[in-house]
């Protein structure tokens, strides 16, 4: 992982705030943080929907960017945005890396690494199997 984070060199264009998308789910901790933040919780809910779930999801794009000023929050911002563009592990998958055509940095780590991924596509069947043994 800490390879990864070396590679991986965020240019804060805000890119991955500003176009649009399905959302950003908040955490619980997140609701939290950002919400002492602001000062009130219930100004943190106008800018977010409910998902079918019961979830808060950031209204897109984000609320909190600013194209001079960049995130109004960063030092509470959430931890999809910490983690990014790395995202959650899905149910069939236990990590994802979302190489977004709008990213650059995201490019960049792509580029640096498809002879790895090249070579784990060709030989993943074996890469499973071994990891099971």
Request: positive net charge; proline residues 7%; hydrophobic residues 35%.
């Amino acid at each position: 992982m800490e390879l990864f984070w070396e590679l991986f060199k965020c240019r804060r264009c805000g890119r991955c705030c500003y176009t649009p998308g399905a959302g950003l789910v908040l955490e619980r901790g997140d609701i939290k943080r950002i919400s002492e933040f602001l000062g009130s919780k219930k100004r943190l809910r106008s800018m977010c929907r409910k998902g079918e779930d019961g979830t808060w999801i950031l209204k897109q794009p984000c609320p909190f960017y600013d194209s001079s000023e960049g995130c109004r929050i960063y030092e509470v911002r959430p931890l999809t945005c910490r983690l990014y563009p790395l995202h959650p592990p899905l149910k069939d998958m236990p990590f994802n890396l979302a190489v977004d055509s709008f990213c650059p940095a995201a490019r960049d780590v792509a580029k640096k690494t498809l002879g790895w991924w090249a070579i784990c596509e060709k030989h993943w069947a074996e890469i499973v199997k071994s990891s099971q043994e």
